[in-house]
């Protein structure tokens, strides 16, 4: 809260870098790794001036380490602004660790009977499911909500915080649509093929916390075979645009 808006937001960020600087000073493996602190950015809404910290977490869910971050730097804010910081936490959404995935079947593979005409009328069909759910949010909470099923289970199966994946996903639809809808997108070629994409925020990780120390976490990541935060990312949201096919 402060009471010039405009004057308070513009010295942020003439300062930007000492808050970044200090936001990295404290010892950290994600920082010597050549993660951290990398960007401020402000907001007004209303009567109210956020400041984001955006931080590379590399392969680290990162919540600890960014709460830490705005806790340290509140005080700096404060003396910058005038103001007073009331929340610092980490947002859920996770706008800047989008995980995408795109798959294409021909109509044969999609067939019924292994014929091209049935093919095609099975994506006929998976398309007007699409157009329902991208336009009606009842639908749409069904269909993701499906989607999910997939995401969510290999968030929870490997120590992932599987609450704030799921809300972040559902907020990223209205945040990037302007309206809830779909949280996949299904379209036909010009060859006839049927075309799936999906693009969500997943702040997952194979590094610190409970999944350094969690049996089953560990051994699940193996299974999977993923080196880094964005495989594990990418395997979650192939597995959510899989199961949104299955589905439809």
């Known amino acids: 809260?402060?009471?010039?808006?405009?004057?308070?937001?513009?010295?942020?960020?003439?300062?930007?870098?000492?808050?970044?600087?200090?936001?990295?000073?404290?010892p950290s493996t994600m920082v010597s790794l050549g993660g951290g602190c990398k960007q401020i950015r402000c907001r007004i809404i209303e009567d109210m001036l956020i400041v984001h910290i955006i931080v590379d977490c590399k392969d680290a869910m990162g919540a600890n380490a960014v709460n830490t971050m705005a806790e340290l730097c509140a005080p700096l804010v404060e003396e910058i602004t005038g103001g007073e910081a009331r929340l610092k936490i980490v947002s859920n959404l996770a706008v800047h660790r989008l995980a995408r995935s795109t798959a294409t079947f021909t109509p044969e593979e999609l067939s019924m009977d292994g014929s091209l005409e049935s093919g095609l009328e099975v994506i006929s069909r998976i398309l007007d499911a699409y157009r329902f759910a991208s336009?009606?949010?009842?639908?749409?909470?069904?269909?993701?909500?499906?989607?999910?099923?997939?995401?969510?289970?290999?968030?929870?199966?490997?120590?992932?915080?599987?609450?704030?994946?799921?809300?972040?996903?559902?907020?990223?639809?209205?945040?990037?649509?302007?309206?809830?809808?779909?949280?996949?997108?299904?379209?036909?070629?010009?060859n006839g093929n049927l075309q799936g994409s999906i693009e969500i925020p997943l702040a997952v990780g194979i590094v610190g916390g409970a999944i350094s120390v969690h049996p089953v976490a560990r051994a699940n990541l193996s299974i999977l075979g993923v080196d880094s935060a964005a495989q594990l990312a990418g395997v979650m949201a192939s597995a959510g645009l899989a199961q949104n096919l299955a589905a439809m």
């Open 135 to 190: 336009i009606d949010p009842f639908r749409a909470t069904t269909h993701n909500k499906g989607t999910m099923n997939a995401i969510s289970s290999i968030a929870l199966a490997c120590g992932q915080d599987w609450r704030a994946v799921e809300a972040s996903c559902h907020a990223w639809i209205t945040h990037h649509q302007g309206r809830y809808g779909s949280i996949t997108e299904w379209k036909q070629d010009r």
């Open 1 to 26: 809260i402060v009471e010039d808006l405009k004057t308070s937001l513009e010295a942020v960020e003439s300062r930007a870098q000492e808050i970044i600087d200090l936001c990295n000073s404290l």
